[in-house]
């Protein structure tokens, strides 16, 4: 995570992970969200965003979030191949087994298409 996103969210982070306080993490990230951002700023909080969802078990909204974070994510990027991740990762809350193999798929070539120099842990 850069700097500058790790500024932006950390605060809401905190309230959803500290505190399960998902509905004023939310609230917080909207207020970013609703900011004059960068393509790829979006995209972070987006799939950060997605990440307070999935914690509180708002999967089709969590849906929604990552679906617009992958539309705003680079093609063949690391983040992509997370945002990715997480969709698979839905899926499979949804029960929805078809998705969730076809995401695992799509994640994996997205690694395979990314520089190693690029990958992050």
Known sequence: ????IKALVMPALSLAYRLCSYDDAL??????????LPQET???????RSMVLAQAGR???ELRDLEAAHARSAVDSFRRYGIELGLAMNAKNRNDAVAHADWLARAE?????VP??????
Do not use: G, N, P, W
């Open 1 to 4: 995570m850069s700097d500058s």
């Open 27 to 36: 609230a917080k990230l909207d207020e970013i969200l609703a900011r004059e």
């Open 42 to 48: 979006q995209c972070a909080v987006l799939a950060y």
């Open 59 to 61: 999967f089709d909204e």
């Open 109 to 113: 070539l997205t690694l395979r298409a």
């Open 116 to 121: 190693l120099h690029e990958r992050r842990v």
